[in-house]
């Protein structure tokens, strides 16, 4: 069972940055794709950025440019570095993982989710 921990949520202002972890635990495969995605009050929720199994990743477009995706192999944890935090980003931002094909345009492709790591940004 895939076990998926998020740290990092945390109030910023406007144009400010925050790194969330994602610490990684039980997988039983080394080909797996990992993904952040978010969901605002009310909204529904939206692919952040992917890191697939072949290790190429993806953006949303409302983030590229400012969200980097990175990953610690020996510590099993990805990162997502957001520079430049707007109000509209603020949200629960999920961890999630799967074995299979991955798509950051369907949260339902990935079955294993984390808890969630609260951002808020004010203005």
């Known amino acids: 069972q895939v076990h998926l921990v998020e740290s990092g949520g945390a109030s910023v202002q406007a144009g400010g940055s925050l790194r969330l972890s994602c610490a990684a635990s039980g997988y039983t495969s080394t080909r797996y794709c990992m993904a952040w995605f978010r969901q605002a009050a009310g909204k529904k929720r939206e692919g952040v950025a992917l890191?697939?199994?072949?290790?190429?990743?993806r953006y949303g477009e409302s983030v590229k440019g400012r969200f980097t995706l990175s990953k610690d192999n020996a510590k099993n944890t990805l990162y997502l570095q957001m520079n430049n935090l707007q109000p509209e980003d603020t949200a629960m931002y999920y961890c999630?993982?799967?074995?299979?094909?991955?798509?950051?345009?369907?949260?339902?492709?990935?079955?294993?989710w984390g808890q969630g790591a609260q951002v808020t940004v004010s203005s």
């Open positions: 890191l697939d199994n072949d290790g190429s990743t």
């Open positions: 999630a993982a799967d074995y299979a094909l991955c798509y950051l345009s369907d949260y339902e492709s990935f079955g294993y």
